[in-house]
T-cell receptor, first 113, second 116 residues
Framework: NAGVMQNPRHLVRRRGQEARLRCSPMKGHSHVYWYRQLPEEGLKFMVYLQKENIIDESGMPKERFSAEFPKEGPSILRIQQVVRGDSAAYFC???????????FGDGTRLSIL | AQKITQTQPGMFVQEKEAVTLDCTYDTSDPSYGLFWYKQPSSGEMIFLIYQGSYDQQNATEGRYSLNFQKARKSANLVISASQLGDSAMYFCAMREGGAGGFKTIFGAGTRLFVKA
Protein backbone atom coordinates (compact mmCIF):
# COMPACT_ATOMS: atom_id res chain seq x y z
CA ASN A 1 0.00 0.00 0.00
CA ALA A 2 1.67 3.20 -1.18
CA GLY A 3 -0.59 5.66 0.65
CA VAL A 4 0.46 8.70 2.64
CA MET A 5 2.41 7.50 5.67
CA GLN A 6 2.53 9.48 8.87
CA ASN A 7 4.48 8.63 11.97
CA PRO A 8 4.23 8.39 14.78
CA ARG A 9 0.52 7.67 15.04
CA HIS A 10 0.51 8.96 18.61
CA LEU A 11 3.01 11.28 20.24
CA VAL A 12 3.14 12.38 23.86
CA ARG A 13 5.29 15.31 24.94
CA ARG A 14 5.70 17.36 28.08
CA ARG A 15 5.31 21.11 27.97
CA GLY A 16 8.47 22.75 26.66
CA GLN A 17 9.68 19.75 24.66
CA GLU A 18 9.91 19.51 20.90
CA ALA A 19 7.58 17.48 18.69
CA ARG A 20 8.59 16.20 15.26
CA LEU A 21 5.91 14.77 13.00
CA ARG A 22 6.83 12.95 9.81
CA CYS A 23 4.98 12.51 6.57
CA SER A 24 5.97 10.44 3.56
CA PRO A 25 3.78 11.35 0.58
CA MET A 26 2.35 8.88 -1.86
CA LYS A 27 4.79 7.65 -4.46
CA GLY A 28 5.03 10.16 -7.28
CA HIS A 29 3.56 13.00 -5.22
CA SER A 30 5.69 16.09 -4.76
CA HIS A 31 3.12 18.35 -3.10
CA VAL A 32 2.56 18.06 0.65
CA TYR A 33 0.00 19.80 2.86
CA TRP A 34 -0.30 19.86 6.63
CA TYR A 35 -3.59 20.34 8.46
CA ARG A 36 -4.44 20.53 12.16
CA GLN A 37 -7.62 19.22 13.74
CA LEU A 38 -8.56 20.40 17.21
CA PRO A 39 -11.00 18.21 19.18
CA GLU A 40 -14.52 18.24 17.73
CA GLU A 41 -13.52 20.53 14.87
CA GLY A 42 -12.77 20.23 11.18
CA LEU A 43 -9.28 20.27 9.73
CA LYS A 44 -7.57 23.62 9.27
CA PHE A 45 -4.88 24.24 6.66
CA MET A 46 -1.42 25.01 8.00
CA VAL A 47 1.20 24.84 5.27
CA TYR A 48 1.79 23.73 1.69
CA LEU A 49 5.20 22.54 0.53
CA GLN A 50 6.83 21.24 -2.60
CA LYS A 51 10.21 19.60 -2.59
CA GLU A 52 12.60 21.96 -0.73
CA ASN A 53 10.15 24.88 -0.92
CA ILE A 54 7.46 26.30 1.32
CA ILE A 55 4.74 27.60 -1.00
CA ASP A 56 2.18 28.83 1.50
CA GLU A 57 2.42 28.85 5.28
CA SER A 58 -0.44 31.23 5.95
CA GLY A 59 -2.18 28.79 8.31
CA MET A 60 0.85 28.06 10.46
CA PRO A 61 1.53 29.94 13.71
CA LYS A 62 4.46 32.30 13.29
CA GLU A 63 6.22 31.15 16.44
CA ARG A 64 7.44 27.68 17.40
CA PHE A 65 6.10 25.94 14.26
CA SER A 66 8.16 25.10 11.21
CA ALA A 67 7.88 22.72 8.28
CA GLU A 68 10.23 21.33 5.71
CA PHE A 69 10.16 18.94 2.80
CA PRO A 70 13.76 18.10 1.93
CA LYS A 71 14.97 16.73 -1.35
CA GLU A 72 15.41 13.33 0.26
CA GLY A 73 13.22 11.97 3.03
CA PRO A 74 9.87 12.79 4.52
CA SER A 75 8.26 16.12 5.21
CA ILE A 76 8.69 17.19 8.83
CA LEU A 77 6.39 19.38 10.91
CA ARG A 78 8.32 20.61 13.91
CA ILE A 79 6.79 22.21 17.00
CA GLN A 80 9.24 23.68 19.48
CA GLN A 81 8.51 24.32 23.17
CA VAL A 82 5.12 22.67 22.97
CA VAL A 83 2.21 23.97 25.04
CA ARG A 84 -1.07 22.30 26.03
CA GLY A 85 -2.90 24.13 23.23
CA ASP A 86 -0.80 22.25 20.67
CA SER A 87 -2.66 19.05 21.53
CA ALA A 88 -4.43 18.09 18.32
CA ALA A 89 -4.44 15.66 15.43
CA TYR A 90 -2.07 16.69 12.66
CA PHE A 91 -2.85 15.40 9.20
CA CYS A 92 -0.63 15.35 6.18
CA UNK A 93 -1.94 15.13 2.63
CA UNK A 94 -0.19 14.83 -0.69
CA UNK A 95 -1.04 15.32 -4.33
CA UNK A 96 0.65 14.65 -7.62
CA UNK A 97 0.24 18.21 -8.83
CA UNK A 98 -1.48 21.28 -7.47
CA UNK A 99 -5.24 21.03 -7.96
CA UNK A 100 -5.24 17.23 -8.00
CA UNK A 101 -7.14 15.40 -5.23
CA UNK A 102 -5.29 15.40 -1.91
CA UNK A 103 -4.82 12.03 -0.27
CA PHE A 104 -4.66 12.08 3.51
CA GLY A 105 -2.55 10.08 5.92
CA ASP A 106 -3.98 8.63 9.11
CA GLY A 107 -2.76 11.55 11.19
CA THR A 108 -0.54 11.99 14.24
CA ARG A 109 -2.30 12.56 17.54
CA LEU A 110 -0.18 14.85 19.67
CA SER A 111 -0.86 15.00 23.38
CA ILE A 112 0.87 17.48 25.64
CA LEU A 113 1.16 16.64 29.32
CA ALA B 1 -17.68 34.53 7.27
CA GLN B 2 -17.98 30.76 7.33
CA LYS B 3 -16.92 29.24 4.06
CA ILE B 4 -18.39 25.83 4.82
CA THR B 5 -21.41 25.41 7.07
CA GLN B 6 -22.67 22.11 8.42
CA THR B 7 -25.72 22.90 10.52
CA GLN B 8 -26.31 19.43 11.95
CA PRO B 9 -23.90 18.63 14.81
CA GLY B 10 -25.45 15.16 15.14
CA MET B 11 -27.83 12.96 13.19
CA PHE B 12 -29.53 9.65 13.90
CA VAL B 13 -30.67 7.24 11.21
CA GLN B 14 -32.16 3.78 11.32
CA GLU B 15 -30.13 1.03 9.70
CA LYS B 16 -31.07 0.47 6.03
CA GLU B 17 -32.65 3.90 5.69
CA ALA B 18 -31.26 6.84 3.71
CA VAL B 19 -29.88 9.95 5.38
CA THR B 20 -28.98 13.41 4.09
CA LEU B 21 -26.16 15.42 5.65
CA ASP B 22 -26.38 19.12 4.91
CA CYS B 23 -23.60 21.37 3.67
CA THR B 24 -23.69 24.92 2.39
CA TYR B 25 -20.70 26.85 1.15
CA ASP B 26 -19.72 30.39 0.34
CA THR B 27 -17.38 31.41 -2.43
CA SER B 28 -17.12 34.00 -5.17
CA ASP B 29 -14.66 31.88 -7.14
CA PRO B 30 -16.37 30.33 -10.18
CA SER B 31 -14.00 27.37 -10.08
CA TYR B 32 -14.05 25.19 -6.97
CA GLY B 33 -14.35 21.62 -5.80
CA LEU B 34 -16.48 20.13 -3.07
CA PHE B 35 -15.52 17.06 -1.07
CA TRP B 36 -16.96 14.84 1.61
CA TYR B 37 -14.78 12.92 4.03
CA LYS B 38 -15.65 10.32 6.65
CA GLN B 39 -13.76 10.17 9.93
CA PRO B 40 -14.50 7.06 11.99
CA SER B 41 -13.62 6.82 15.67
CA SER B 42 -10.20 5.44 14.71
CA GLY B 43 -9.42 8.93 13.39
CA GLU B 44 -8.34 8.54 9.79
CA MET B 45 -9.81 10.74 7.05
CA ILE B 46 -11.49 8.74 4.33
CA PHE B 47 -12.32 10.46 1.05
CA LEU B 48 -15.89 9.70 -0.06
CA ILE B 49 -16.93 11.83 -2.99
CA TYR B 50 -16.00 14.87 -5.09
CA GLN B 51 -18.03 17.41 -7.08
CA GLY B 52 -16.49 20.01 -9.35
CA SER B 53 -18.22 23.35 -9.76
CA TYR B 54 -18.53 22.86 -13.50
CA ASP B 55 -19.78 19.29 -13.32
CA GLN B 56 -23.21 19.05 -14.88
CA GLN B 57 -24.27 15.89 -13.08
CA ASN B 58 -24.37 15.10 -9.40
CA ALA B 59 -21.51 12.89 -8.27
CA THR B 60 -22.23 9.35 -7.12
CA GLU B 61 -19.95 6.73 -5.54
CA GLY B 62 -21.69 3.52 -4.54
CA ARG B 63 -24.08 4.33 -1.70
CA TYR B 64 -22.93 7.95 -1.60
CA SER B 65 -24.35 10.69 -3.76
CA LEU B 66 -23.86 14.43 -3.65
CA ASN B 67 -26.93 16.60 -4.14
CA PHE B 68 -25.27 19.63 -5.73
CA GLN B 69 -27.46 22.73 -5.99
CA LYS B 70 -25.18 25.41 -7.32
CA ALA B 71 -27.60 28.33 -7.16
CA ARG B 72 -28.32 27.57 -3.52
CA LYS B 73 -24.65 26.85 -2.82
CA SER B 74 -25.43 23.55 -1.21
CA ALA B 75 -23.70 20.20 -1.51
CA ASN B 76 -25.59 17.72 0.63
CA LEU B 77 -24.34 14.17 1.05
CA VAL B 78 -26.92 11.41 0.70
CA ILE B 79 -26.09 8.00 2.11
CA SER B 80 -28.50 5.31 0.96
CA ALA B 81 -29.19 2.07 2.84
CA SER B 82 -27.29 3.09 5.98
CA GLN B 83 -25.09 0.52 7.65
CA LEU B 84 -23.82 0.33 11.22
CA GLY B 85 -20.33 0.98 9.89
CA ASP B 86 -21.46 4.36 8.59
CA SER B 87 -21.48 5.70 12.15
CA ALA B 88 -18.76 8.34 12.05
CA MET B 89 -18.02 12.04 11.74
CA TYR B 90 -18.61 13.46 8.26
CA PHE B 91 -16.88 16.56 6.97
CA CYS B 92 -17.81 18.70 4.00
CA ALA B 93 -14.90 20.55 2.43
CA MET B 94 -14.22 22.98 -0.39
CA ARG B 95 -11.18 23.87 -2.41
CA GLU B 96 -11.25 27.13 -4.35
CA GLY B 97 -9.16 28.15 -7.30
CA GLY B 98 -9.67 25.35 -9.79
CA ALA B 99 -6.51 23.74 -11.06
CA GLY B 100 -4.39 26.18 -9.08
CA GLY B 101 -6.12 25.78 -5.76
CA PHE B 102 -4.66 23.87 -2.86
CA LYS B 103 -6.22 25.00 0.43
CA THR B 104 -9.02 22.69 1.45
CA ILE B 105 -11.44 24.34 3.87
CA PHE B 106 -13.40 22.04 6.15
CA GLY B 107 -16.72 22.42 7.87
CA ALA B 108 -17.20 21.61 11.55
CA GLY B 109 -18.62 18.19 10.78
CA THR B 110 -21.75 16.16 11.43
CA ARG B 111 -21.66 13.11 13.68
CA LEU B 112 -23.85 10.34 12.27
CA PHE B 113 -25.24 7.59 14.48
CA VAL B 114 -26.73 4.57 12.74
CA LYS B 115 -29.20 2.63 14.92
CA ALA B 116 -29.73 -1.11 14.61
Amino acid sequence: NAGVMQNPRHLVRRRGQEARLRCSPMKGHSHVYWYRQLPEEGLKFMVYLQKENIIDESGMPKERFSAEFPKEGPSILRIQQVVRGDSAAYFCASSQTIGQPQHFGDGTRLSIL
Amino acid sequence: AQKITQTQPGMFVQEKEAVTLDCTYDTSDPSYGLFWYKQPSSGEMIFLIYQGSYDQQNATEGRYSLNFQKARKSANLVISASQLGDSAMYFCAMREGGAGGFKTIFGAGTRLFVKA
